[in-house]
């Protein structure tokens, strides 16, 4: 049926829309009141068939107008397009697929990217003209019309790649089988558009790799050979990433081509485009990770790494030399306060820690390094007599327009920091006495850099502590690096509080001698940094506290630590995203400083009781509560909160009494956000251990809502959120003994499935289920005890996975409370039980201990020796010997 038959714009109507469009792309106008005025347009019935009427036909109108009208059209097609009429949805498709060749790219491109939002919203079974208008285009031999198709389908290609590789009633043969010959013929097509959008549709199915592609692939891989050379750079860049995502998934169809592959990418490693540079750097990460045979790779390491070493000096137009030269008096500018990620409070074995918390810029120059970094990971060794003369090479030159070489030198050595570090360990006297000068060379970036490879060593030199000279290393690096925080280049100064950082956490009490040193350093910083330095300052401040504990608790160190910090703490307004770094560097001290924070604790613990608060108001009202909603507020005060229970104990106890934090957490507890769930689950068992009969009066609640966490669905969701809900209800388990009854049958059966279907799961997870429900069974046994037969052996599995602690403790004692409520429970699963009582290497409570040998001697005794020993034997020898502590 032909568009015009379906519908026709009024004169006076499209006038209107297209005035308001004209507007709204005007950058003199009101745009929120061009915004309103279009938002009361779409509740005409018709507003989008005008849109789309516009973006095909509004040739008199300029492009920018038209494009408007397709990208507002697409936006409201997403929300809106399931309510249309069915006359209306049909008018729009045939306008669309009528514009698939106009004859303006910008048009075409439109038109392709609301097509792929409709195949999103209909799939392509709703839509059977496309498939039939897309070949008709491709099959034209007008560049307009197989451009405009590509287009689309490329855009289909790369959101939904699985639509087109599924039946579609009607059709002989799934799309993509019908597509793919077709494409692969465009990799011969004269226009480099054509043979970028036909590679590239192609290459988002190697993933997932449907039939038609493995049928095709010495096709399509003959066909990336044919493109290697291609002199579009955009072609080239999408060959490269062809072979490093076939490396990564199907490594076998390159081994055949393996020396091919590698030799043209050691070509296109040093292309005159850096993209497709750096595209073809990224195939010798994937290599190495793909565990594919080293030796494969090991003949080609002289050439590569010299085009590594080669990519890792600065580029002429890297950012980061233009703002290089930034002295600390220069303010920060607000697109250089990068945003930062806060990570939720997590309770378990298996914390991982970003090493950035900040969005960095990829370049050539950080993948080559990072290129280099692998290798030495997987040669070890064997690179350092092909690298080691280069390095030597590049740190000869001393004048001033060879720097980048020295800089790229100094950034290799700390790349195989790690992976070569047998190699040169022998040599680090030596490396950190070269290095050491460095840190005042002339050029910042020189002295940045060199900070950073000092920290790569951080472990090895603190490890050599007790050897000769080696305290006096680890002194020059400590100096070193302190009179670099103080450095008046911002740069410099960054480089060297992230690297001051790691080497506290390495150093760790080490570092008690210096404590006094080192907070004059970091305080003066501290009146010196601007605000984006600040962060990574207080990042430093709170690492050292975690790093020295108890020790940072004494008058001279809290007389130069806090006041400056309160003084800051103060200043800062509710709404300012400064307070963040602040919140956790305080949430350090706190733990650090134990019963000794309480002198600061009121007014932090107010201000983040407010800041809950103000937060919770803004999600309802920002106007009311002056400030725009962001959660992180929340998730940095509840972690606060946290530190501050964890330091002071049951000094807390009189702060949460005085405040409404009770109803506030059970708030949080319930928020629709992740992430604010899991850190006031992490909140609340920590304030079961130390106060809980201050959550006595919405314990049912708290209950109830940490059960809910734990559904398989719940779990699949927010995994961290079920680990953390898990472990405070073995917190309030111990705590508040059979009130905890309501909820134990229907928690103990979801922490079952847990420990039954542990595929995927994290570790923690596992490890708190176990110990949860060990520690329901131990204070109700005659709940959990009738059940023990249905999963005894999986809990024992798990049980044996957990090092020994007082968490652990609680479990086994759980253990034997369920032995003695029901020893018949457990007698077909023996060998489980002996093997969770011989993964402990020390249990330190003598009472357990008791315990532990009376229910192993008591089965003794109920078996007789006989099928006791039988038991025995089916362990394995080390399991038996363990036991041996135990049974008489």
């Not at 803004?618 to 509560?625: G, N, P, R, W």
Request: aromatic letters at 8%; charged letters at 20%.
């Amino acid at each position: 049926m032909a568009a015009a038959a379906l519908w026709q714009p009024r004169e006076e109507g499209l006038r209107e829309i297209c005035g308001l469009l004209e507007q709204h792309i005007s950058p003199t106008s009101d745009q929120f009141r061009m915004w309103q005025q279009l938002q009361h347009c779409n509740q005409l019935p018709d507003f989008n068939n005008y849109l789309v009427f516009i973006l095909a036909h509004a040739e008199g109108k300029s492009l920018e107008v038209r494009q408007a009208a397709g990208l507002l059209l697409k936006n409201n097609i997403r929300a809106t397009f399931s309510s249309l009429s069915s006359s209306y949805q049909q008018y729009i498709k045939s306008e669309l697929l009528s514009c698939l060749g106009a004859s303006d790219r910008t048009i075409r491109s439109t038109v392709g990217t609301i097509i792929s939002v409709l195949v999103q919203l209909e799939r392509v079974a709703g839509w059977p003209e496309l498939l039939q208008a897309l070949a008709q285009c491709l099959a034209s031999n007008d560049f307009n019309h197989m451009e405009g198709a590509m287009d689309a389908i490329y855009k289909i290609c790369e959101d939904i790649p699985e639509e087109l590789d599924l039946d579609v009633p009607g059709l002989l043969e799934r799309p993509i089988n019908f597509f793919m010959p077709r494409l692969l013929q465009f990799f011969q097509s004269p226009h480099a558009i054509l043979r970028k959008l036909s590679l590239g549709s192609i290459n988002q199915f190697i993933v997932v790799m449907p039939a038609a592609l493995f049928m095709s692939m010495d096709q399509y891989l003959q066909g990336l050979f044919h493109l290697a050379y291609d002199p579009s750079a955009d072609v080239r860049k999408l060959v490269c990433s062809a072979f490093v995502q076939l490396i990564e998934v199907r490594p076998s169809f390159l081994e055949p081509h393996l020396r091919s592959v590698i030799e043209f990418l050691l070509k296109a490693n040093e292309d005159h485009d850096d993209e497709v540079a750096l595209e073809a750097c990224e195939f010798w990460s994937a290599y190495c990770d793909g565990n594919l045979p080293p030796d494969g790779l090991r003949e080609y390491l002289p050439r590569l790494i010299l085009i590594l070493m080669s990519n890792m000096a600065y580029a002429e137009d890297d950012e980061t030399l233009f703002d290089a030269e930034e002295d600390e008096s220069c303010p920060d500018r607000d697109q250089d306060l990068k945003p930062r990620f806060h990570s939720s409070r997590f309770h378990g074995s298996d914390v991982t820690e970003e090493d950035e918390d900040t969005v960095n810029v990829w370049n050539l120059r950080k993948c080559s390094a990072a290129g280099l970094d692998i290798l030495s990971n997987v040669f070890g060794d064997d690179i350092l007599p092909t690298l080691m003369p280069l390095i030597q090479q590049k740190l000869s030159t001393s004048n001033d327009s060879s720097w980048k070489e020295r800089e790229a030198a100094v950034l290799s050595i700390g790349a195989i920091a790690e992976g070569c570090i047998n190699g040169l360990y022998p040599h680090l006297p030596q490396i950190v006495t070269f290095l050491i000068p460095l840190l005042d060379d002339k050029f910042p970036l020189i002295r940045s850099i060199t900070c950073w490879t000092l920290s790569r060593f951080s472990k090895f030199i603190v490890q050599s502590i007790g050897q000769q000279n080696g305290y006096e290393q680890f002194d020059k690096i400590l100096t070193g690096l302190l009179r670099r925080i103080l450095d008046t280049n911002k740069r410099v100064q960054e480089a060297a509080c992230s690297a001051f950082a790691t080497l506290e956490e390495e150093a760790a009490e080490e570092l008690t001698p210096h404590l006094e040193t080192i907070l004059q350093h970091l305080l003066c910083a501290y009146g010196k940094y601007q605000r984006r330095n600040l962060r990574i300052l207080y990042d430093a401040i709170g690492t050292l506290a975690d790093a020295v504990g108890s020790d940072l608790n004494q008058p001279k160190y809290l007389e130069v630590l806090m006041p400056p910090l309160i003084t800051k703490w103060q200043q800062l307004p509710n709404s300012d995203k400064d307070l963040f770094p602040l919140l956790e560097c305080f949430t350090s001290i706190a733990q650090a400083l134990g019963p000794g924070f309480s002198q600061f604790a009121e007014p932090v613990f107010q201000r983040c009781i407010s800041l809950i608060q103000i937060q919770q108001l803004a999600k309802v009202d920002h106007v009311a509560a002056g400030v725009q909603y962001e959660k992180e507020f929340i998730v940095c005060s509840l972690d606060l909160l946290s530190g501050l229970a964890e330091g002071l104990g049951s000094r807390i106890e009189n702060l949460v009494a005085s405040s409404n934090l009770r109803d506030l957490l059970l708030q949080c507890c319930m928020d629709q956000a992740a992430d604010i769930r899991q850190s006031a689950f992490a909140l609340l068992g920590d304030l079961a251990r130390v106060c809980p009969a201050h959550l006595h009066p919405r314990l049912a609640d708290f209950l109830r809502v940490a059960a809910e966490q734990l559904s398989t669905v719940a779990i699949k969701e927010a995994a961290s959120v079920a680990n953390n809900a898990c472990w405070a209800i073995g917190e309030l388990a111990v705590q508040v003994h059979q009130e905890i009854a309501p909820i134990v049958l229907t928690v103990v059966s979801c922490l079952v499935h847990v420990i039954q279907n542990p595929e995927g799961l994290n570790k923690s997870l596992l490890e708190n289920s176990a110990i949860t429900i060990g520690r329901l069974a131990l204070v109700c046994p005659e709940l959990v005890a009738p059940h023990t037969e249905h999963f005894i052996q999986s809990w024992c599995t798990t049980l044996c996975m957990i090092r020994d602690d007082y968490e652990k403790e609680d479990a086994f004692r759980g253990l034997c409370a369920i032995v003695r409520a029901n020893p018949s429970g457990i007698l077909s699963s023996l060998a489980y039980l002996c093997r969770a009582v011989a993964s402990w290497h020390e249990i330190r409570s003598q009472d357990l201990h008791n315990d532990i040998c009376h229910v192993l001697n008591g089965y003794k005794q109920m078996l007789g020796n006989g099928a006791w020993e039988q038991c025995i034997s089916t362990l394995e020898p080390p399991v038996v010997q363990r036991l041996s502590r135990f049974v008489v």
